[in-house]
C-alpha cells in the first residue's frame, strides 16, 4: 500500500467518522462536558470530582483511549480488589458500572485484559518453558493429518452403507416385502 492510499484511506475514515457522528468533538475543550460526576453524582466544580477524584469527562478520542489503556496497564493501585470480586461474581454489575461511568474505583477492561494475557505468557514460558517446533516434526504433524482424514472418510463411508441398508430394510418393511432380517 502506498503512502496517498494510506492518507486516502485515513481521509475517507475522517469523512465517514463525521457522517456518522457530526457532533463529535464540538466541545470547546475538545471533551464532553458534564455537570455532574458519572462516578458518584456530585455536582461538578472542576476537572475532578472533589469527592471522589474522578475525571469529569470521558475521553471520546482515539489518542484518549490509548493515553487511558498505557495508564491503566501501569497504575492498578487498590482498584484491583474491588475489580476481581465483582469480575468473578457479578460480572454484569461490574460491566453496567463501567458504561454507566463510575470507573474511578475500578480497574480498565483493557488494562485487567492485558495483565491477565502477560500474566499467562510469563507463567507458561515460566511452568513449560520455551517451545521449539522441529521442522521433520511438522512434516510428521501434517502426514497424520492426512491418514487421519483418510480414516474419517473410510469410516464416513462404511456408516453411510449402513444407513442406506437400515433405510431399505424400513422401506421393505413398510411394503410388507420380506427380508431374510427378523423383526
Known sequence: MSGSEI????AEGALLARAVEPAAGEAPDGHTQETACLNCGTTLCGSHCHSC????HVHKTLAAFFHDLLHGVFHFEGKIWR??????WRPGLLTREYIDGRRASYVSPIALFLFVVFLTFA???LAVGPIHVEPSAVIAAKSGGVQAEADAARELATTEARLARARR???DRR???????RS
Do not use: E
Open 7 to 10: 492518507v486516502g484511506d485515513i
Open 53 to 56: 477524584g474522578q475525571a469529569a
Open 83 to 88: 475489580t476481581l470480586p465483582l469480575l468473578v
Open 123 to 125: 507463567l507458561f514460558n
Open 169 to 171: 430394510g424400513a422401506a
Open 175 to 181: 411394503s410388507g416385502k420380506r427380508t431374510g432380517v
